[in-house]
C-alpha cells in the first residue's frame, strides 16, 4: 500500500527566509506526487505535481518541490516566506491502480513571521 | 465557475439521526471522492467513485453510504450518527490523466 509521510507537524519560519517543508513517500510503480495547501476554515488547494520530467516542480504562489527518486522525497520550498503563506500544506500520492485515489500525508503546519 | 459544492456547510445531528451530505461538481468529472478531516489529522478517504453507477469502499467506509446515480452528483449518506463521525467532510472530484483533485468548502458536521 502507498503511504506518505511529513515529518513535521509544524514549521516556523521567519518572513522572507526561505521554507521547506519535508514529505517521503513509499509507492509501488512511478509516484504521481502532489502538494496542497488549506487555509482556515477551506477546502485544499492545488499547488504542484509532478508526474513525470523534471525533478523540480513549480506551481502556484512561488512555491516549488523538489523531487528525488533515491530518497523517496518531494520537498515542497519557497525562496522567500510570506506572512500570508501560512496554513496547512499536505503532500499527497496518487494511486493509479485505484481509481486514481490520493493518499494524504498528516500535514504540516507553516506559521510565518513577520 | 462553481467547481465542486458542497452543502449544508455546518450541521448538529442527535445520536441516531441520519443525513445526506450533498456534492455536485459542474467539470465532467469521472472521479468523485469523500474524505474526512479530523482535528490535527489527515484526510482519510470513505469512499470514492470512478463514474456514474461506480462506487467503492476507501479507508475508512464504515457508518456510511454512497451513490453516484449521475456524473455531477455523489451524496454521502450517515444512516445513524454517532460521536466518532463527528468532522470536517470534504468532497472532491478529478478528471483523471495527470490531474489532482478539485475540493469542495467542505462540511462541518457535529454528532452530540
Known amino acids: 500500500a502507498q503511504s506518505v509521510a511529513q515529518p513535521e507537524d509544524q514549521v516556523n519560519v521567519a518572513e522572507g527566509n526561505p521554507l521547506t517543508v519535508k514529505c517521503t513517500y513509499s509507492?509501488?510503480?512511478?509516484?504521481?506526487l502532489f502538494w496542497y495547501v488549506q487555509y482556515p476554515n477551506r477546502g485544499l488547494q492545488f499547488l504542484l505535481k509532478?508526474?513525470?520530467?523534471?525533478?523540480l516542480v513549480k506551481g502556484s504562489y512561488g512555491f516549488e518541490a523538489e523531487f528525488n527518486k533515491s530518497q523517496t522525497s518531494f520537498h515542497l520550498k519557497k525562496p522567500s516566506a510570506l506572512v500570508s503563506d501560512s496554513a496547512l500544506y499536505f503532500c499527497?500520492?496518487?494511486?493509479?491502480?485505484?481509481?486514481?485515489?490520493?493518499?494524504f500525508g498528516g500535514g504540516t503546519r507553516l506559521m510565518v513571521k513577520p | 465557475n462553481a467547481g465542486v459544492t458542497q452543502t449544508p456547510k455546518f450541521r448538529i445531528l442527535k445520536i441516531g439521526q441520519s443525513m445526506t451530505l450533498q456534492c455536485a461538481q459542474d467539470m465532467n468529472h469521472n472521479y468523485m471522492y469523500w474524505y474526512r478531516q479530523d482535528p490535527g489529522m489527515g484526510l482519510k478517504l470513505i469512499y470514492y467513485s470512478v463514474g456514474a453507477g461506480i462506487t467503492d469502499k476507501g479507508e475508512v467506509p464504515n457508518g456510511y453510504n454512497v451513490s453516484r446515480s449521475t456524473t455531477e452528483d455523489f451524496p454521502l449518506r450517515l444512516e445513524l450518527a454517532a460521536p466518532s463521525q463527528t468532522s470536517v467532510y470534504f468532497c472532491?472530484?478529478?478528471?483523471?490523466?495527470?490531474?489532482?483533485?478539485?475540493f469542495g468548502s467542505g462540511t462541518r458536521l457535529t454528532v452530540v
Open positions: 472532491a472530484s478529478g478528471g483523471g490523466g495527470n490531474y489532482g483533485y478539485t
Open positions: 499527497a500520492v496518487r494511486d493509479n491502480n485505484a481509481g486514481n485515489m490520493l493518499t
Open positions: 509532478y508526474i513525470t520530467g523534471d525533478n
Open positions: 509507492v509501488s510503480g512511478n509516484p504521481y
